[in-house]
């Protein structure tokens, strides 16, 4: 079997998922925030913050593994002919899409992938985010049984396709130029934290090399947390969701090796106990996520082979984190934010509304 399909079986998205779940605990070892060794919302807040769109100096830093998950799916699509710059249809609705994807997912702290990552490091709160983001993606399967769609791809111009590689070219140019200077929480145009998550990150080169990694095998194998979840859903389809178990137990198991794995619901690493908001959080990004068709690690995959639309999604979430933060959306260990139920609520209104009214059939 080539080497061009061989992490598209059954066999071979299994093998992502092992390594996906592993280099994730690995990171936590080396540097990252507890139970957060890969956090696509949470790395992109933290992206946010350090460009200045939001203040909140606990979450500060440009992270590597973002870069290197658009920078390595980039590297897979070339090495196998599969860069095809290509837009559809909708912009706003995608980037209101990732706006409230990372509202729910910053009120519950944490996407699908953060969300089986502490599962897998014992956070027992996990467990109502999960049942929530489920609950969210099966909403979305009643409005894809029922015609729902955003409009067909079209071919573009090569240019369009670069461009959120370039974005993040441009961002690992700026982490570069502009270095964190030690005891101090601004170096050039960035912003870094000083203290929280966003000041426990694995070495950079460490940090890119993982990302890289990630990004290259998740091109291959389309491997995608809520695509597993809506496949088995829709058509009973378990090739995705394999995977995905993959990386749970991987993580599970590395974080026993290593002393990671701590059961219990209190005192989990940036974590909160308001069980009903972790669930309406999750279902939100769930709802959303499953509209915009993949999870904020497949986006970043497909920005990354040259999808105009994942990329407008990116950086509606991106832009999300912002409002989250300056807003008083985002939740932090003490709980929900002043106006993070508010948003919740809104943002599930808003997710109904696209749903029924972008369906071609209505029952």
């Not at 000041?199 to 091109?219: D, K, R, W």
């Not at 639309?309 to 950086?315: G, H, I, R, S, T």
Request: glycine letters at 14%; charged letters at 10%; aromatic letters at 10%.
């Amino acid at each position: 079997m080539s080497l061009k399909n061989i992490f598209a079986t059954r066999w071979g998205i299994v093998g992502v998922g092992i390594v996906i779940g592993i280099l994730a605990a690995l990171l936590q070892k080396w540097g990252n925030p507890g139970n957060m060794g890969i956090c696509v919302a949470c790395f992109e807040r933290d992206i946010a913050g350090a460009l200045g769109l939001h203040r909140a100096a606990v979450v500060q830093y440009i992270r590597p593994e973002i870069i290197g998950f658009v920078l390595g799916s980039l590297g897979a699509a070339y090495l196998f002919r599969e860069f095809r710059p290509r837009v559809g249809s909708a912009p706003i609705v995608r980037f209101v899409l990732g706006v409230f994807a990372m509202i729910g997912a910053l009120v519950f702290l944490g996407c699908p992938w953060r969300a089986v990552l502490r599962l897998a490091g014992g956070d027992g709160n996990a467990i109502l985010g999960l049942l929530g983001l489920i609950f969210g993606i099966w909403i979305a399967t009643l409005f894809l049984r029922k015609g729902y769609n955003l409009g067909r791809t079209q071919p573009t111009h090569k240019a369009a396709g670069w461009m959120m590689p370039l974005i993040m070219l441009s961002l690992l140019a700026l982490l570069i130029v502009f270095p964190q200077v030690e005891g101090q929480d601004r170096s050039g145009v960035l912003f870094y934290s000083l203290k929280g998550p966003g000041a426990m990150h694995a070495p950079l080169l460490i940090s890119l090399g993982v990302g890289l990694a990630v990004g290259f095998l998740a091109q291959r194998s389309r491997f995608c947390t809520m695509g597993a979840i809506r496949d088995f859903v829709l058509f009973r389809q378990t090739h995705l969701l394999s995977g995905f178990i993959a990386l749970v137990a991987a993580a599970f198991v590395t974080n026993l090796v290593v002393g990671q794995f701590h059961p219990g619901f209190e005192g989990q690493p940036v974590a909160h106990t308001m069980h009903v908001w972790n669930f309406a959080g999750m279902m939100l990004a769930g709802l959303a996520f499953a509209l915009a068709g993949g999870c904020p690690g497949r986006q970043l995959f497909l920005s990354g082979e040259g999808d105009g639309d994942a990329a407008v999604f990116v950086l509606g979430m991106i832009v999300g984190a912002g409002i989250s933060h300056n807003f008083g959306l985002a939740s932090s260990p003490a709980g929900v934010g002043p106006y993070g139920i508010a948003a919740v609520i809104i943002g599930v209104i808003v997710c109904l509304f696209i749903g029924f009214t972008m369906s071609k059939r209505i029952a």
